[in-house]
């Protein structure tokens, strides 16, 4: 009993290993993903910046399908998302012209919940979460604005002050906030002070010259990931950054993406997002079809 007990017991988790392992497409021809987030049982999340939805690909499933449209999520375009399975949230970055807003959504449903317009307007671009609170970067404004746990509204937390205000990508990691610059190529790290507040922020000096860094998140063991878009050579990378002091040593980990924009991961494996935003940018490539999105299964040691 005990052998037959081990044996599914293998089965299962090398099934489960297997589906982490899987590739993730959207198939939508104009999906044009900027962001996508997982919760711990394999479940991904697909942000549509083009046409302003949310997919979903349920664990195992190669393919992801339709889960919040435009018209249910009152959406214009979908940036950042991140999922909180403790709170049963989905956290969606949403922008309409003039418009920009923190929403909420019920994570197993998709029912909209809430929304927080960022003061004074901006750009609503990636989300990050600590001790409950939800922190997100405003790339027009340069800023990093905080949504305090049971708050009504978004608060001004950390400003940068550099001539480059594009706060992309975030993460904590400790009792720092690591953020970057899409166009200046800046790693930035903003300690917390001891009330809470932001101290100074400081570019770090990396090991390599950074190109289009966007999305950061954690790995299972605790490192940052970071993707690089690498602009229209098409060698976009998924990173591991490991900072100490005010150095930051940048490891490659897989290269050779087409415009990567996130990175999320379930367990041992990220998942890095090709945006392939080359095909609305670059006008040699504007009147081809960029084909299927994919967030592509890394393993990571």
């Not at 190109?211 to 050579?233: C, F, H, N, T, W």
Request: proline share 4%; aromatic share 6%.
């Amino acid at each position: 009993m005990k052998t037959k007990l081990l044996a599914a017991a293998l089965v299962l988790g090398a099934t489960a290993v297997l589906a982490a392992s899987r590739d993730v497409v959207v198939e939508e021809k104009m999906a044009f993903p900027e962001s996508l987030t997982s919760t711990p049982d394999g479940t991904l999340y697909i942000g549509s910046m083009n046409l302003g939805a949310v997919y979903r690909a349920q664990p195992g499933r190669g393919t992801a399908l339709p889960f919040i449209t435009k018209e249910a999520g009152n959406f214009g375009r979908v940036l950042g998302v991140l999922a909180d399975s403790s709170t049963n949230t989905l956290w969606v970055c949403d922008n309409d012209g003039a418009r920009a807003s923190l929403k909420s959504f019920a994570l197993g449903s998709g029912t909209p919940q809430k929304a927080y317009d960022l003061p004074g307007g901006g750009f609503c671009n990636d989300i990050a979460l600590k001790n409950g609170d939800a922190y997100v970067t405003n790339t027009k404004g340069g800023r990093v604005l905080k949504l305090a746990k049971g708050a009504d509204a978004l608060t001004v937390w950390y400003t940068n002050d550099a001539a480059d205000p594009s706060l992309d990508g975030l993460v904590w990691q400790g009792d720092a906030l690591y953020t970057n610059t899409y166009n200046g190529n800046h790693l930035i790290a903003v300690p917390m002070n001891a009330d809470g507040s932001a101290g100074k922020g400081r570019n770090l000096t990396t090991s390599t010259d950074l190109y289009q860094p966007d999305g950061m998140r954690l790995s299972a063991g605790g490192k940052i990931l970071m993707v690089e878009g690498r602009g229209k050579d098409g060698n976009g990378r998924l990173d591991e950054v490991t900072v100490s002091g005010d150095n930051a040593t940048i490891t490659v980990i897989k290269d050779h993406y087409v415009l990567p924009t996130a990175v999320t991961t379930v367990g041992a494996t990220a998942y890095v997002l090709e945006a392939k935003l080359n095909y609305q940018r670059d006008p040699a490539l504007k009147d081809k079809a960029p084909g299927t999105f994919t967030a592509h299964a890394v393993p990571l040691k």
